[in-house]
DNA sequence: TGCCAGGCCCTCTTTAGGGCCTT
């Protein structure tokens, strides 16, 4: 994939945007040219109480947001950053919502196309034990570096795993162009004609440059 | 008063229910 790409994740003060809760946390990681390359990451402050099971899932203490830049200046370094990328998430639709929602917030106006790294890993990685992040790290053999539960280490495990699904895609399948596009009519197909629909994506590209 | 996320996905389905995944 030569287009540039960009890796989200945002730890939470919990899991919905609509019932009041805000982003302490965003990270975000390019790809381009199928590499790993620049990252974004900061701390944010909403003004909110970050709840105790958060601390303790993540280690982000009140005291941290409260030291941390508020959210308008965050978000507009995270604009500013993404720019118009296509956008991948471990769960997007998760990340998705606090993204828009932090953005309006804010007055940004963006509207980033989404790729789920959990729907595609579902399709291509039918046999993994789970489709958690953890897990698959595990599953294709990709070391954690940094702390689980932390928005840049599981940016950067989940562009990284996203990078492998793609090698992974194209040498299974002998499929060049791949581009988001065909990653977004795969997260369309059901799981279990992925396989079928992917053999014949590569069938008809191969026949097609004969 | 009681409840409190929500979209995806499978199946013992489709006039539904429950597990998976994210914090």
């Known amino acids: 994939m030569d287009q540039r790409i960009v890796v989200i994740d945002f730890e939470t003060t919990g899991l919905s945007a609509r019932t009041g809760d805000r982003a302490i946390e965003v990270a975000a990681v390019e790809i381009i040219d199928g590499q790993v390359g620049r990252h974004f990451a900061s701390l944010m402050n909403p003004g909110v109480h ?7 899932l993540t280690g ?14 965050v978000m507009r370094g995270l604009a500013q950053f993404v720019e118009d990328a296509p ?24 509207e980033n196309p989404f790729l789920c790294s959990l729907r595609v890993a579902r399709r291509i990685y039918p046999r993994a034990p789970n489709h958690k992040l953890s ?3 595990d599953y294709v053999d990709i070391p954690m570096q940094g ?11 989940t562009a990284r795993i996203f990078v492998t699904m793609c090698g992974d895609i194209r040498a299974r399948y002998g499929i060049r162009s791949l581009s988001v596009a065909l990653l977004e009519r795969l997260q369309s197909v059901r799981v279990a004609s992925a396989d079928a629909w992917l053999t014949k994506v590569g069938y008809e590209e191969t026949a097609g440059t004969r």
């Open 135 to 137: 897990t698959l790290a």
């Open 147 to 157: 702390t689980f539960h932390r928005a840049l280490a599981d940016a950067d495990l």
């Open 87 to 110: 956008l991948v998430a471990h769960n997007a639709a998760f990340d998705a919502g606090f993204y828009g929602h932090e953005m309006r917030m804010q007055g940004i106006d963006r």
């Open 50 to 56: 970050v709840p105790s099971f958060i601390t303790g």
């Open 60 to 73: 982000i203490t009140n005291a941290m947001v409260r030291s941390a830049p508020d959210s308008m200046a």
